[in-house]
């Protein structure tokens, strides 16, 4: 048994973990589990959807293996731990790209299918399991399912996005987009209202193909944001770029580095950096779409106590009112987002039961833990989606009340008939008991 956290580092439930690195052996490992187990990606949900203290962690990383790869049509496939950062080592020097990619490449390929986890593309490329053509599913009852969106469909729909409880992927065959090279088109403006950022994003959607906003979190005036909001598109440019390299937090503090002061002091300096200077540049990918993976073990900053992330969508016909009551209540509460992110989801019909996006917008916050103050607001944010008729993203909750489940994701139900009787989580056990 050994300690083991999620990217929030809430807590450090002892695990019996079983390292599976070769999928032949895989399905009798899992079958012959005394207790429920749950399968593991690299651990970069930030809350307890991938984990599962006292019982039996499947650890995915070993199943590392290239199976095929076309590199004139860009179809994959690899074992379920490949890491998208494997995945664009191998494609991006011969002209692709994961079609969609999360804010970090340090995540699985199994991990992608089980979160259908998304990008700033949301709204031309929707979600990773849009490209996912099929997976091998292995169940703990010993039986082995291979899906995709024509092949058992509706075993499809119900593990991408199933968070890990249909059973274990072991691997996947998905589709990338062709680029020229290493480098993004992008373009930035300031807003000042949450109207201007609107705005922004409906200019943008159609001649960009990346859209994010990051917001001022620590400053609302008059109950309005203020932020940045970033466009991109990949660039004709074949050039290559040397190696980026990434630090790491070498310790961790013995209290939390973000703090009140600390937080309004770099959103402060964060808008007035990008407000200022050239609005069009080049950009390597890697700042682009991960600025976080340049400093490792950046979640240490948060201290012992770690950090919850919080992301929700709220729907199209209610944005713009709960958006506002969401920044409000944080302004009222005292407690600062340290990295906010706002951003627009196309109404794309989602391939997974449970996928999170819907027609509308998602804000995503994170909050040092500082015990009962910090679930309090959690709670008051979660009364604002659930009136706003939106929902909460698993791969970042420890928080969700059951209601909110079932009200956000509609399919909860009829998902259940799917789930593997030998899995469990502990965020399956909060929310609905097994
Ligand atoms: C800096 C940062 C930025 C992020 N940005 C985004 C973003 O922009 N968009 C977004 O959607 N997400 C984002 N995330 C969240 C992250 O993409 C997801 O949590 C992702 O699923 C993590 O993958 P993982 O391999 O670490 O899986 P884990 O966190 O280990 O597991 C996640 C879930 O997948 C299941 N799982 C893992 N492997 C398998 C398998 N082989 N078979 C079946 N189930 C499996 C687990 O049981 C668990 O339920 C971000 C996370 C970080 C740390």
């Not at 909750?397 to 994701?409: C, I, N």
Request: hydrophobic fraction near 40%; charged fraction near 20%.
């Amino acid at each position: 048994m050994r300690p083991v956290s999620s990217w929030g580092r809430l807590s450090r439930d002892l695990h019996d973990v079983v390292e599976l690195d070769q999928v032949s052996s895989a399905g009798q490992r899992i079958a012959g589990s005394p207790r429920p187990g749950l399968p593991f990606g690299n651990g970069r949900s930030y809350g307890d959807v991938c984990l599962n203290g006292g019982g039996v962690l499947w650890a995915t990383r070993g199943l590392d293996r290239f199976l095929a790869f076309d590199d004139r049509t860009g179809v994959i496939e690899c074992e379920a731990g490949v890491t998208l950062r494997e995945v664009i080592d191998l494609a991006l020097p011969r002209g692709w790209f994961p079609a969609v990619t999360p804010g970090t490449q340090w995540v699985t390929v199994g991990g992608a299918v089980a979160n259908d986890v998304h990008g700033k593309n949301h709204h031309r490329h929707g979600c990773f399991g849009d490209h996912v053509e099929s997976l091998t599913l292995l169940r703990t009852d010993g039986s082995r399912i291979v899906c995709g969106p024509d092949v058992e469909p509706e075993w499809f729909r119900a593990t991408v996005g199933g968070l890990g409880l249909t059973g274990l992927i072991v691997d996947a065959r998905f589709r990338l987009r062709p680029v020229a090279g290493p480098w993004i088109e992008c373009e930035r403006h300031a807003f000042q209202s949450l109207e201007q950022f609107f705005a922004l994003s409906d200019a943008s959607s159609s001649g960009w193909e990346y859209t994010v906003s990051w917001i001022d979190c620590g400053t609302l005036r008059g109950g309005e944001p203020r932020g940045i909001f970033f466009a991109g598109n990949h660039a004709a440019s074949r050039a290559t770029a040397p190696p980026h390299r990434s630090r790491r937090v070498p310790f961790l503090p013995p209290v939390p580095l973000v703090n009140r002061l600390s937080m309004r002091a770099f959103n402060a300096l964060y808008y007035r950096a990008n407000q200022a200077g050239s609005e069009r540049s080049t950009k390597h990918y890697q700042p682009f779409f991960y600025p976080l993976d340049s400093l490792l073990e950046w979640n240490r900053i948060y201290g012992p106590r770690g950090f919850y992330q919080f992301q929700c969508v709220v729907p199209k016909a209610a944005q713009q009112a709960a958006v506002r009551e969401l920044l409000q209540a944080i302004a009222v509460s005292g407690q600062g987002s340290f990295l906010s992110v706002l951003k627009t989801f196309s109404g794309r019909p989602a391939v997974g039961m449970l996928s999170f996006p819907m027609a509308g917008t998602t804000l995503a916050l994170d909050f040092p833990n500082l015990g009962p103050s910090t679930l309090a607001l959690l709670q008051r944010l979660c009364a604002i989606v659930d009136t706003a008729g939106g929902r909460l993203y698993p791969a970042k909750d420890a928080v969700m009340p059951p209601g909110l489940l079932s009200r956000g994701y509609p399919e909860w139900q009829h998902f259940s008939r799917f789930r593997d009787p030998g899995i469990s989580s502990q965020m399956s056990r909060r929310l609905v008991g097994h």
